[in-house]
């Protein structure tokens, strides 16, 4: 085993790779523990390293209340489902309306309050199974600290750190609370996700750590100051980073319409109440009656719930298929997404790698490089892939000792470490990107040209005469082989990359691997424009500049981690939506600035936390199903939202010329739940969750709005026309339902004609649909006791006739005018 002096003397492993999780009630052997915040610094085991909290220590905090309680990110709880279904604007006053009609009327003018009932409680019993299937998810997405305790590493639930707790860090770990720094191994951590500042900070016991940062390079270890809600990043992003249905085009205009709706109804509602009541000088009850039949319908009751409830199921959807939805609203936008940025390593190509040849060059002793590589991959406590490859290729030669070492930076592009020979020589090596360590023109860079050509990663192993810690130490360094490795690529990558491209979504590989290799593993799996990588190195720094180099290429390679988050910016501020899609800690800040960040599951802590899709399979395969569900979102949602909101134009307005003519409002409430029912309700549940793969579109409240003041008006015209010639047509004290019946009539044939548009494209489950609904109508018009329950009952033949013939006409309007909407309005 190889010994080393800056880090752990006795060989132990920092990162507690395949340690076991160890559980706060373990009875462990009793060690000193780690001293809480302003004490004296915590106590050291026999081979001085510090041994954390004694599981009597664990146990006190835990009893005390010190422990980390941050809501889970997933998930909102049982009662804020239930109070965000229940407790909103419409259910408010729809519940007035409902116990004024039980009072008053008969029970059937009373359903609407029932339809309600039924829908809230779908809405809750669907988001609740959106949220068990959250919940579970998340438990295994879930970040693992490793803490010290009782002298032994595990991992451990971050909502079971104490105060106190010794917590290690290695490359892509979180800091999941505050603390202080107590060992430090080259230990740099970024901050830019709290502070802003874009370098990475070097810690050194002592040094503050802030919850939400991450560890970029190097490892260590450090004390909990901060739990909970008092820790940094929880004051800064408990409510932030809770479930949450905002920051979603689909909801915003939702809201958007029902504020319009509302400014609308509530004086068209005034003025239809002192028209009934006051004006009319009719029995109260019926009038009564008659004015919560026009204000009830006004209001798009089921919109809400229908797309609550379409988000819910896209989750279970997802959920089966091993997709963790941190954030509701990115099943919608990744399916408005334009271009998706892929990083190649973990993405396209699998976690592992394998040693496929070693070149010593210049006349290198084989033997002597092959110590070199086993010395440097035991020299790394958190090795990277390439590095794990390396030490399962290379064994470690136990006669040499590390005296200093250089953790991997994704910013430097090398590792580095000092060794003590079992000879007594000294010798300093770096290991990493040969055109980063090499200068322009040395013959080893052709020949690692030809390597990268054949999509082969290629990492060069170089001496070097100066000290680690010397900032110019890849200066004057002495080529001395290339380690060839092979990645493995993902199986289901290619035609992942073919959807897309069929699609019209632009997939751009970014990597910090050599440019050349990139493009030849792109050109593996068939992405267009693969022969053309483009060296970021080379990348113009100017945003506009750098985003017309970004849309005339598609693979880029060397990229550094604040260059992918200048790419993403550059790329969004040209209109695009930008995906983003990796799996190590070099993604993480271009994550948090996409439009939609997806992570693989076997990703590291920091970019599993920041996305808001991640793959827990690790499948790339799953991203299609994500943008299918989105799609069938936004696709089902604009239909139905337009078969609602037809309902309501043609309400507001109906109510609007009843005030001016001064006439009994047509309906009771029982004809327009009726109509609801048949035309809208039933219907558009089965719209909303039926496969859809249309393009998402932006625009969502034009688009809807487009269809339904045309519809709603055109429907409210030939209903009223109806409703005024069977006035002057029908006499007696039964003339009022005869009129009543006509006017449903026609409104039930019009709304059924929209409804026929909507379900375009026809398939046969949808004719069915249209043709049940209607069949249904025609039961309740010829079964007598449906007809004495909905008092509709068609008297004579002409003017049943007549409103057949109005609605026929008023349908042939509708098509035309939504033809023309669609040539003179596109969306």
Excluded at 409 to 417: D, I, T, V
Excluded at 635 to 663: D, E, W
Aim: hydrophobic share 45%; proline share 5%.
């Amino acid at each position: 085993m190889t010994q080393r002096a800056k880090t752990d003397t006795d060989g132990h492993d920092p990162s507690g790779r395949g340690g076991p999780p160890i559980d706060a009630g373990a009875e462990l052997d009793p060690v000193h523990p780690v001293a809480p915040p302003g004490a004296p610094a915590p106590a050291a085991g026999a081979d001085g390293r510090a041994t954390g909290l004694s599981t009597a220590e664990v146990a006190e905090r835990v009893a005390r209340g010190e422990v980390n309680d941050v809501p889970l990110r997933s998930s909102r709880s049982t009662a804020d489902i239930v109070r965000a279904n229940v407790f909103t604007r419409f259910n408010a006053i729809i519940g007035v309306l409902w116990l004024i009609m039980l009072f008053v009327a008969p029970i059937q003018d009373s359903l609407f309050g029932f339809v309600i009932i039924a829908n809230t409680g779908i809405g809750i019993i669907q988001e609740l199974r959106a949220k068990k299937t959250l919940d579970g998810l998340a438990v295994i997405g879930e970040a693992k600290p490793t803490v010290r305790r009782d002298g032994r590493a595990g991992e451990i639930s971050t909502s079971e750190i104490v105060l106190g707790d010794l917590i290690e860090m290695g490359p892509g770990d979180k800091v999941v609370v505050d603390g202080e720094v107590v060992e430090a191994d080259s230990l740099e951590v970024d901050e830019s996700l709290l502070t802003g500042e874009a370098d990475p900070v070097l810690k050194k016991p002592g040094d503050k750590m802030m919850s939400g940062s991450f560890v970029v390079a190097g490892g260590g270890a450090f004390t909990a100051t901060k739990v909970g809600r008092e820790a940094y990043a929880a004051q800064l992003a408990e409510e932030a980073s809770r479930f949450t249905l905002v920051h979603s085009e689909l909801r915003t205009g939702i809201s958007t319409i029902l504020k319009y709706v509302t400014w609308m109804m509530v004086p068209t509602a005034i003025g239809l109440v002192i028209s009934q009541l006051v004006v009319k000088d009719n029995n109260i009850k019926d009038s009564i009656a008659r004015t919560v039949g026009g204000i009830v319908p006004m209001i798009p009751e089921g919109l809400v719930l229908l797309t609550s409830v379409a988000f819910a199921i896209g989750v279970i959807r997802l959920g089966r298929k091993q997709c963790l939805v941190q954030e509701l609203p990115a099943i919608e936008g990744l399916a408005r997404v334009d271009v998706v940025c892929l990083d190649k390593t973990g993405t396209l190509t699998e976690g592992g790698m394998d040693v496929t040849e070693l070149r010593p060059l210049d006349g290198a002793d084989e033997g002597y490089v092959r110590k070199v590589l086993g010395a440097l991959g035991e020299s790394d406590p958190r090795p990277n892939a390439s590095l794990k490859a390396i030490i399962d290729a290379y064994p470690d030669s136990e006669d040499w000792r590390c005296t200093e070492s250089l953790p991997f930076s994704s910013a430097r592009k090398y590792s580095g470490a000092a060794f003590s020979e079992g000879d007594g020589e000294n010798s300093t090596w770096l290991l990493g990107a040969p055109d980063v360590l090499l200068p322009a023109g040395h013959p080893a860079l052709a020949e690692t040209e030809q390597l990268n050509e054949q999509g082969l990663r290629v990492l060069l192993l170089a001496r070097t005469p100066r000290e680690l810690d010397d900032a110019r130490v890849a200066e004057d360094a002495e080529a001395t082989a290339l380690v060839v490795l092979e990645q493995r690529l993902r199986p289901d990558a290619a035609d992942t990359l073919a959807y897309f491209a069929d699609q019209g979504v632009a997939a751009k590989v970014i990597s910090g691997d050599n440019a050349v290799s990139v493009g030849a593993v792109a050109g593996k799996l068939g992405l267009p424009g693969a022969e053309n990588t483009v060296d970021a190195r080379q990348l113009p720094t100017g945003q506009e500049e750098m985003a017309k180099v970004l849309d005339d290429n598609a693979v880029f390679g060397r990229v550094t981690p604040q260059q992918k988050r200048d790419m993403v910016a550059a790329l969004q501020s040209r209109g695009h939506t930008v995906a983003m899609t990796g799996d190590g800690v070099n993604d993480v800040l271009a994550l948090k600035d996409a439009d939609i960040g997806v992570s693989m599951g076997s990703g590291s802590e920091a970019t599993r936390a920041v996305a808001q899709i991640v793959l827990l399979n690790n499948s790339f395969a799953t991203l299609p199903s994500v943008v299918g569900e989105g799609r069938r979102v936004i696709g089902n949602i604009t239909r139905v939202a337009t078969l609602f909101l037809t309902k309501t134009v043609y309400s507001v307005l109906l109510a609007v010329l009843v005030v001016i003519c001064q006439v009994e409002y047509p309906f009771l409430p029982r004809h327009l739940t009726l109509l609801s029912t048949l035309t809208i309700g039933v219907p558009a549940f089965f719209l909303a969750l039926a496969p859809n793969k249309e393009r998402a579109k932006p625009n969502f409240v034009r688009r809807v709005m487009r269809y339904a003041v045309p519809g709603g008006v055109i429907a409210a015209a030939a209903t009223f026309v109806t409703y005024l010639i069977a006035r002057s047509y029908y006499t007696g004290p039964d003339a009022l339902q005869a009129e009543t019946s006509a006017a449903t009539l026609t409104l039930f044939l019009v709304s059924m004609w929209v409804l026929a548009i909507i379900a375009r494209p026809y398939t046969w489950w949808r004719i069915a649909l249209v043709a049940a609904m209607g069949a249904a109508f025609l039961l309740v018009l010829a079964v007598p006791w449906l007809q004495h329950f909905f008092a509709l009952k068609l008297v004579g033949a002409t003017m049943p006739w007549a409103a057949v013939g109005i609605a026929v006409a008023a349908a042939a309007l509708v098509e035309v005018s939504w033809r023309w909407v669609d040539r003179r309005f596109p969306a």
